[in-house]
């Protein structure tokens, strides 16, 4: 077949050695530092010098009379190291030549792979045999060779690495128990006894997903039953039968890339460690076990567009030419085994392949005077070198650490200075920093040999190793510490007559030499056995089993014997810290932790409650329920009388406040008055205002673009400031923050336009509305909300993109450890998209994220239009304004996660936002929710409803002001119809079958509730029809609820009181009554109120404002309404301005109608008070500054149809009345298709028009009837007709400072 071979091999010598587990370098107990047989078992390629002897376990030593190595005493290479199923076993080792991802000279791959006796009986270090396969399998042809003269009898022993074929074509066969063709390639085509653990390559990103596919993890390979034959086409044709062997069943290996490491720099890599790996020795895994690392590297010369193997005119990059590991029989020589040094001329067919130390005119420079000679050793192309570990035990765990944590903890080295013993290394424990958590096992053992070289320096016996352990105060001292301040194999500290600790302290420093020895503390001897001072009566070999680490802090050892300063030392710290979960563990114990916070602060929160009844806490909708466990009914009972009183006295000081309040508010108003005057100076500015207004730039518009701008400039800030904080400097981390600063504004500011206090605060400064948009606070939001939603689109795609870089760059060497002290970059290199998003290390910062995201894109989705309004039968199913309410309602669960998501820098952000939202909720704390008396209901055409109620105790308010109305747990906006000098309050309410909650308000207070009153069924009246309704209290209780007034008719038939209004029927207009005080003598029904179906719609009315058990106490037709406000509104502007244009829409014209009922009534009472005190000047002038009345307003409303009139006819005919009549001038305006027999003549209009108004012409006339003045325009109603009313009013507006300037001033009502 057409195989193909990994480049491997450099150009010089590269060795590999294996520290810990102590790596052989086919050493057994030969008495040198040079390896006797450097193919026993394997062919290593390695420095002669290097590799440890194999572990002894006599007692004492392995040693002679002659303090010669004895291998027939007892314990002689059996001092095998011993170590349990899943620990953590930490493999060290060091190479010559470079490795790592980025390395600019060369490509490599390290590979760790391990064998054991399951699949290979009578695994052993001393006993070699031969591997009669790789003889007899023919070798594999299609195999790069260089210019190698192959052995051709040698099989697959043969290769361009080993071209003799194990020493056959001298004579001599070689005996080893590996395939030099399995050793020499990766992955290998047939089976291989060695299962993969990890491979470490400078190219991840290109190799590791076919390293992993290929596998014997993973993989089945095949072999034929002829051994000749090594691939299945040659098999079966030559009557073989080829034959697959199962993969291991095992994970595929753990491909990473190497850290970098430098070429010719035989040691350390980063902060002084060496190269390591942590291996978690399988479960499955038993028995005798041997270790294997392989270090493959080349150079980049056979890369497709190297000069060696340059571009083909008209080759496709694929295939075989798009991968640079590899390369065939194509590169090799025609005419092998020449050796040449002649001039390299011409190029062949083939790709290019370099001779033996080729000679040519490398330069170009023409001739043979410039000819030079690269060092090239054909046989080291292609070069593996290799190391193995003496054999091992791995163990079942014992049954009492099954689940524990277990860490292997070893000294590597050998004796003899640091020449003597290059290039392998002096003792050290390993690993010398070990970090673990509190409760892990160590299992501390090592093994040492008695055949070193006896001249070789070191202290104690010669040619021995030995290591003990003792604890020290600081690495920086030498002296041990006495056993009373010992931590680590014990607390002393708090017990330190331990005698099992006391026991490990003993036997880790003097590895039990008073049971193998008889001890002379005289003896100074350095080679007598009786000098335990040298721990000269141990063994080579101790194992301390397990000890568990119980005290958090840093621990430093050393070895007494082995640490000599200046020549060597052998220290160590171990640190101990708290317990560090897994992933799961992490996420569980945070949920517990939260749900305890939570019910610790509930359980708080219900002692506050009880203890202080007035706080909000313990309010009918905030009260715990456990209060109702734990606290007796009667106790209860006088904790809600106890808040009632608190309450009533609340509201009154609220009262009083509020009073004052407007009075100062009033005042104001006269200040923006004279603003309006010519003489006035302006600021920079209002200058750049009124220019821009002029430039075609409004209120909205202008706010939009200045606030764009500012987005810009933090987008900006965030960009800048990134530049070099992203993976790898990539270019999506700066924009990723730029979005994300964007929103860090957006959110700060996202929720200021919905705080209501502040609207209202906001509107009493005349001049903020010139560069607040006060009087559209929704529209601000939703300006908001959209620079939010880009903001966040650019921040998550430009994360994706992040986070996809990541994922795709090379997976870096771990380093659990942490010895090397790796970069950010190198941390996150190559990490997977799930982890990202569970990375605890960055606080599962992606996980809130993406829950922020689809939690915003909710939030978006039932805000729109259709979802909000239910226009379409699946929104309308999924809840439709309730479901855009409830979601809308989790922005205190985002702003949360927002602080979880970015902690650093948001709190700064939400610092002041934060403070103006408790502000908001303190003022709002005063507006509690009030039970509401409805005194009447109106029913009008066109779906609407009119109720009148009992002004609430301490309710005070201003004309063109809102109020929330409750009902069944919801609350809406609703401008008040009603004057401040009236004894009622009211409002209007338009509700088609469209509007969910109103319409289902409607209904009930006109059609169920009535019905459910007198026991008949429910039916719809018909316009125009009053219903009235009376109060009652519950029993032992502040609940109120109203229910439909019934009188007996003749013959005992039950009636709900009701009346069709005639069309001579008046509202009368009574003067200013102060409000009346709440009843509480109100009486409640005769006998108890039968209880409510199960499938009644109102059995769920009102959860969140009352108790179910009260709920049920109450009689099905009650209704429960409740009010929270008033909060301001753009049309409370009108008493700043002595000409007004009032335009309503439909009906739009509900704040206009409190404002025509107040204008009314106050010119009333103006003219009262002036009529007693002609006589007196500063009177009048003190009455007309108090009781403040435009001179001039135009009244313009806008319906569709005749029936819209009706709802208003009575309030708009008296208010053209009276001392009011000169000052309302009314246009009515009908905009829809009537027959003109059915048009009625309103009375008090001056002007009744058919059509849509000419608001230019409007605004002229207006313009030239009040000059020099200050007109305030104000809009309920559609934003289309508002788009007209504000280009008309920058349009007929003078610039600021020109003589007799005429102003009109815009202002819009927008729920």
């Known amino acids: ?143 790069y060779t260089a210019d190698r003269q192959m052995e051709e009898n040698g099989g697959a022993t043969s290769t361009r690495q080993n071209p003799n074929g194990n020493g056959r074509r001298r004579g001599n066969q070689r005996n080893g128990l590996e395939c030099p063709e399995e050793r020499d390639y990766y992955p290998y085509w047939h089976p291989s006894p060695w299962h993969d653990i990890a491979i470490l390559t400078n190219e991840p ?32 044709s030559n009557g073989g039968q080829w034959t697959e062997t199962k993969s291991w069943s095992e994970p595929p290996p753990d491909c990473i890339g190497g850290l970098q490491s430098r070429d010719n720099h035989n040691g350390n890599i980063r902060n002084g460690q060496p190269q390591y790996y942590l291996w978690k020795i399988p479960h499955h895994l038993e028995g005798r076990t041997v270790l294997r690392i392989r270090y493959n590297i080349t150079t980049g010369d056979f890369r497709y567009g190297s000069l060696a193997h340059p571009v083909e005119e008209g080759a496709e990059l694929t295939g075989e030419l798009a991968d640079s590991f590899f390369m065939d029989k194509r590169f090799n020589d025609p005419n092998p085994n020449t050796r040449r040094r002649s001039i390299f001329k011409g190029r062949p067919e083939v790709p290019v392949p370099l001779a033996q130390d080729p000679v040519a005119d490398w330069l170009n420079l023409g001739g043979e005077k410039w000819l030079l000679q690269l060092q090239v050793n054909t046989n080291q192309f292609g070069r593996t070198f290799e190391d193995r570990t003496h054999s091992f035990i791995v163990m079942e765990r014992p049954q009492n650490a099954q689940t524990q944590r277990i860490v292997n903890y070893n000294v590597r080295g050998r004796r003899g200075n640091i020449v003597q013993v290059y290039p392998s290394v002096e003792y050290d424990f390993v690993p010398a920093d070990l970090s673990v958590e509190v409760g892990t096992l160590l299992h501390f053992q090592w093994a040492g040999s008695d055949a070193n070289n006896n001249g070789n320096a070191g202290n104690g016996r010669a040619g021995t190793d030995r290591s003990n352990l003792v604890q020290m105060q600081s690495r920086d001292e030498t002296i041990p510490m006495p056993i009373e301040k010992h931590t680590l194999l014990f607390d002393a500290t708090v017990n330190p007559n331990d005698e099992a600790g006391r026991g490990l302290v003993e036997k880790f420093a003097y590895l039990d030499q008073d049971s193998i020895v008889t001890c002379d503390p005289e003896d100074n001897d350095q080679n007598s056995e009786t000098n335990c001072k040298q721990l000269n009566g141990a063994s080579a070999y101790f194992n301390g089993g397990l000890v568990e680490m119980k005290h958090v802090g840093e621990h430093y050892v050393v070895s007494t014997r082995n640490n000599d300063f200046s020549n060597r030392s052998q220290k160590a710290t171990i640190r101990v810290t708290g317990v560090i979960l897994e992933l799961y563990e992490n996420v569980l114990v945070a949920a517990g932790a939260t749900v305890g916070v939570l019910i610790l602060l509930y359980l708080l929160a219900a002692i506050w409650a009880y203890r202080y009844p007035g706080s909000w806490l313990f309010s009918s909708r905030y009260r715990p329920r456990i209060l109702r466990c734990c606290v007796k009914q009667e106790r209860m009972m006088e904790k809600i009388e106890q808040r009632r009183q608190i309450v009533a006295q609340r509201r009154k000081a609220w009262a009083k406040k509020s009073g004052a309040y407007t009075t100062d508010e009033e005042g104001a108003s006269g200040e923006a008055a004279d603003m309006a005057m010519p003489d006035e100076k302006l600021t920079w500015v209002q200058s750049f205002n009124r220019g821009c207004k002029r430039c075609g730039l409004g209120e909205n518009r202008l706010t939009t673009f200045l606030y764009g701008l500012l987005n810009l400039a933090v987008f900006l800030i965030g960009v800048l400031s990134n530049l070099s904080g992203g993976f790898q400097g990539s270019w999506a ?45 929704i529209n601000f939001h939703i300006t908001i909300a959209g ?49 990202q998003v569970f990375n605890l290390q960055n606080r599962c910062a992606v996980l809130f994220g993406l829950v922020l995201t689809f939690m915003m894109m909710a939030i978006l989705l039932t805000a729109m239009s259709c979802s909000r309004r239910g226009t379409n039968c699946l929104t309308r199913r999924l809840g439709g304004f309730n479901l855009f309410w409830r979601v809308h309602m989790s922005w205190k669960f985002i702003y949360l996660l927002l602080l979880l998501h970015a902690p ?10 934060a403070i103006f939202v408790m502000v908001d909720r303190l003022l709002l704390s005063n507006h509690q929710e009030m039970y509401l008396t409805l005194k009447q209901v109106k029913l009008l055409p066109r779906d609407v409803i009119g109720l009148s109620f009992e002004v609430p105790q301490g309710f005070v308010y201003q004309a063109g002001q809102y109020i929330l109305l409750g009902w069944k747990g919801e609350f809406h906006p609703f401008t008040l119809t009603s004057a401040p000098e009236e004894s009622c309050i009211s409002v209007h309410i338009r509700a088609p079958n469209s509007c969910d909650w109103c319409s289902a308000l409607r209904k009930r207070l006109t059609e169920t509730a009535p019905a459910q009153a007198v026991g008949d069924a429910p039916k719809a009246p018909k316009a125009p029809q009053v219903f009235e309704y009376k109060k009652h209290t519950l029993q032992n209780s502040q609940i109120v609820y109203n229910v439909p007034k019934v009188t007996v008719m003749p013959g005992g038939r039950a009636n709900v009181s009701s009346a069709v209004p005639t069309a001579t029927d008046k509202v009368a207009l009574p003067g200013q009554v102060a409000p009346p005080s709440l009843p509480t003598d109100s009486s409640a029904p005769s006998k108890p109120p039968p209880l409510r179906p199960e499938g009644d719609p109102m059995s769920k009315s009102g959860e969140s404002l009352m108790s179910s058990a009260a709920e049920q106490l109450l009689p099905p037709e009650a209704v429960v309404l409740q009010v929270t406000g008033p909060f301001g509104a753009p049309a409370q502007k009108v008493w700043g301005f002595d000409t007004l244009m009032v335009v309503g829409a439909g009906i739009g014209v509900t704040p206009f109608a409190s404002i025509l009922r107040s204008v009314q009534l106050r010119a009333k009472q103006r003219e009262t008070i002036l009529r007693r005190s002609r006589d007196d000047p500063s009177l009048e002038k003190m009455v007309k500054d108090l009781i403040q009345v435009p001179k001039k307003i135009y009244f313009y409303w806008i319906c569709r149809g005749q029936e819209e009139f009706d709802w208003f006819c009575d309030l708009l005919s008296a208010a053209a009345e009276g001392p009011a009549a000169s000052i309302v001038e009314i246009t009515l305006f009908l905009t829809g298709e009537h027959e003109l027999s059915t048009v009625k003549k309103l009375p008090c209009a001056t002007g009744q028009f058919f059509g849509r108004p000419n608001w230019g012409r409007i605004f002229k006339q207006n313009r030239d009837k009040h000059p020099g003045e200050h007109i305030g325009v104000f809009l309920c109603g559609s934003p289309i007709i508002g788009v007209e009313l504000s280009k008309q009013s920058q349009k007929n507006s003078d610039l600021l400072g020109a003589p007799n300037a005429t102003r009109f001033s815009f202002f819009k009502e927008h729920f």
């Open 1 to 143: 077949m057409a195989a193909r071979i990994l480049l491997m091999l450099a150009l010089a010598r590269a060795d590999m050695y294996l520290n810990n587990p102590r790596g052989s370098n086919n050493k057994l107990r030969e008495q040198s530092n040079n390896v006797q047989n450097a193919n026993r078992l394997f062919d290593s390629q390695n420095n002669a010098a290097s590799g440890y002897q194999i572990g002894d376990d006599c007692k004492p030593a392995c040693k002679d009379g002659n303090n010669n190595y004895d291998v027939t005493k007892e314990g002689a290479t059996k001092g095998t190291m011993k170590f349990y199923q899943g620990s953590e076993l930490y493999i060290e080792w060091h190479h010559q030549h470079g490795c790592g991802v980025g390395h600019p000279n060369l490509k490599c791959q390290i590979i760790l792979q391990y064998m054991s006796e399951s699949e290979n009986a009578n695994l052993r270090d001393g006993k070699a045999r031969t591997l009669l396969e790789g003889i007899q399998r023919e070798r594999n042809k299609g195999l």
């Open 205 to 236: 990103e290109v190799r590791c997903e076919y390293y992993k596919q290929e596998s014997q993890n993973v993989k089945a390979k095949g072999i034929c039953s002829e051994a000749a034959y090594n691939n299945p086409d040659a098999c079966g």
């Open 733 to 777: 981390y700066p924009l990723a923050k730029g979005g994300g600063y964007s929103m860090d504004l957006n959110f700060a500011m996202l929720v200021l336009p919905t705080l209501k206090s502040l609207q209202t605060a906001t509107r009493r400064a005349s001049s903020s509305r010139e560069w607040i948009p006060v009087d559209d606070p």
């Open 787 to 835: 620079f939010t939603f880009l903001g966040a689109a650019i921040h998550i795609a430009a994360h994706v993109v992040h986070a996809l870089s990541i994922h795709n760059a090379p997976t870096i060497q771990r380093d659990p450890l942490d010895l090397m002290k790796l970069s950010k970059d190198e941390m996150t290199s190559g990490m997977s998209l799930w982890h």
């Open 904 to 913: 650093a820098r948001l709190w700064i952000w939400f610092f002041f936002p």
